[in-house]
C-alpha cells in the first residue's frame, strides 16, 4: 500500500486540470442525443471530402479538390508541409516492461490529461474505445483492424483572433484549420510515444497521420460536447470553433461521462446557422435517426461541394461564426454559459441577443493576412478578385 504521504498532489485530488472548468459540467450516464446499439461501423472512403475527390460530386468538384485543399492558400500549404514530416515518424512499439509507477486508473488518467493541458491542449477527455467508432477501412481503402480499450481525447481550438477577424467564407479559412491539426498531430504524437515508452501500447489519431476512428464519438463518449443542429459535437467553451485527435491505449484509464447543458433543446429552438449557411447545407427541421442514432443530419453533398468550389477563399466556417456558443472565454459569456445550462428561459434569451448582436460580423480591424491563393495554370500566387489588396 502506497504511504498516504506520497499521495498529495494534483494527481490525487479533483482540482481542475486545464484553463475550462470541465469538471463542473453535468455528467450523464449516456449521451443526451438517442445513441442505439445498431450502429455500423463507416468506411473512410464515404466521408464527404473523399467523395468529392474521387469524383462522387461531379467532374468540377473533383478538379477543385484537387491538388488537396491546403496547397490553395500559401499559408495552409506551409503547414501542410511541416506536417508532413510529423508522419514520417517510425512506428515505436511499446517498451518490453512497464515503468515503475501507479497503475491506478484514476491517477494515470488525471497524469496523462495534465500531459495533454502541458501540450496546450483546450480540452482533454478519456473514454472507452467503442467499436462502432473505429473505421472498417480507411481513407485507401485498407481493412482497419485495431483493438484498444481506451481513448484519450484532445481538443485545440482555433486561434480566435483570427477566426474573429475572418469571415469565415475566405482565404484564411484552412488555415485556421490546419495549425490546429498540426498542433494536435504533435501533441497527439508525443502522448502516444510517451505512453509506449511506460510500457503500453498506444496510437496516434489525428488528421494530419490519418484517422483510423470517427472523432465525433470519442468527443461524445469523452464528455468533450454534444450533438449540435450541424449534426457535430459542440463545446459549451469552445463552441464549434476547435479541432479534435486521440491517442489509443490499452493504458488502465478511468473514462469520464457525456455531458448536458441544455444543448438538444438550445439546437431545437436555435436555427441562426442554418439561416447562416451559404449553402443551405444544414437542416432547419427535427433530429433524425441516422445508422442508429439520433441527429440532425448535414447535408455534406451540399456542404462539400460550396467548401471545395469556393471561389471567394478556401473552405467555409460560416457557421462557426455564426454559432451563438462561439464566444470569447470572458466571465459574461460564462455567466450566460451556466445560466443555458440550467433554464429554458436563459436559452431563449440567449438566442434572441445572440439574433440581436448580430454575432458573427468580421473584425476587419484583427485582419493580417493576405488574400493571395495559387493558380492552377502556372502555380503562381495571384490576387483573388474583390480582395482589399487589389485596389491597393
Known amino acids: 500500500m502506497e504511504n498516504e504521504t506520497n499521495r498529495r498532489g494534483l494527481l490525487f485530488d479533483h482540482r481542475q486540470l486545464g484553463l475550462f472548468p470541465v469538471h463542473r459540467l453535468r455528467r450523464v450516464d449516456k449521451p443526451t442525443n ?14 464527404a471530402l473523399a467523395k468529392a475527390e474521387r469524383g462522387d460530386y461531379g467532374p468540377s468538384v473533383a478538379k477543385a479538390a484537387h491538388p488537396i485543399l491546403p496547397l490553395k492558400y500559401p499559408v495552409s500549404a506551409a503547414i501542410f508541409d511541416v506536417a508532413q514530416n510529423i508522419t514520417s515518424i517510425n512506428e515505436k512499439k511499446a517498451a518490453a516492461f512497464r515503468a515503475p509507477v501507479t497503475d491506478d486508473p484514476a491517477v494515470l488518467s488525471r497524469h496523462i490529461k495534465r500531459l495533454g493541458y502541458f501540450l496546450q491542449a483546450d480540452v482533454v477527455g478519456i473514454c472507452r474505445l467503442p467499436k462502432s467508432a ?8 485498407n481493412p482497419v483492424d485495431i483493438d484498444f480499450q481506451n481513448a484519450i481525447v484532445l481538443v485545440m481550438r482555433k486561434e480566435p483572433r483570427t477566426l474573429a477577424a475572418s469571415t469565415g467564407n475566405d482565404w484564411i479559412g484552412d488555415a485556421i484549420s490546419f495549425q490546429a491539426y498540426l498542433r494536435l498531430a504533435i501533441a497527439a504524437e508525443t502522448i502516444a510515444g510517451y505512453i ?3 510500457g503500453y501500447p498506444a496510437s496516434s489519431q489525428s488528421m494530419v497521420a490519418g484517422y483510423q476512428v470517427l472523432i465525433p464519438q470519442l468527443l461524445l463518449w469523452a464528455g468533450i460536447g454534444e450533438v449540435s443542429r450541424l449534426g457535430i459535437i459542440l463545446n459549451p467553451f469552445l463552441g464549434l470553433a476547435f479541432k479534435a485527435a486521440a491517442v489509443l491505449t490499452d493504458m488502465p484509464l478511468e473514462p469520464d461521462k457525456p455531458v448536458d447543458f441544455g444543448l438538444q433543446d438550445f439546437c431545437r429552438r436555435c436555427k441562426i446557422c442554418a439561416e447562416a449557411c451559404p449553402s443551405r447545407a444544414i437542416p432547419t427541421g427535427d433530429k433524425v435517426m441516422h445508422n442508429g442514432y439520433e441527429t440532425w443530419k448535414l447535408d455534406e453533398r451540399r456542404c462539400s461541394i460550396y467548401s471545395v468550389t469556393n471561389r471567394k477563399g478556401t473552405i467555409c466556417e460560416v457557421c462557426i461564426k455564426a454559432c451563438p456558443w462561439t464566444r470569447p472565454n470572458t466571465w459574461p459569456h460564462n455567466l450566460v454559459r451556466r445560466a443555458v445550462a440550467d433554464s429554458a428561459l436563459a436559452r431563449r434569451l440567449a438566442i434572441k441577443s445572440s439574433r440581436l448582436l448580430g454575432y458573427g460580423r468580421p473584425e476587419v480591424e484583427e485582419k493580417w493576412w493576405f488574400d493571395l491563393h495559387y493558380t492552377e495554370e502556372d502555380g503562381a500566387l495571384k490576387i483573388p478578385p474583390g480582395s482589399d489588396l487589389s485596389t491597393s
Open 34 to 47: 438517442l445513441v442505439t446499439d445498431a450502429i455500423k461501423r463507416v468506411d473512410g472512403r464515404e466521408a
Open 134 to 141: 473505429v473505421y472498417s477501412h480507411d481513407f485507401d481503402g
Open 196 to 198: 509506449k515508452r511506460l
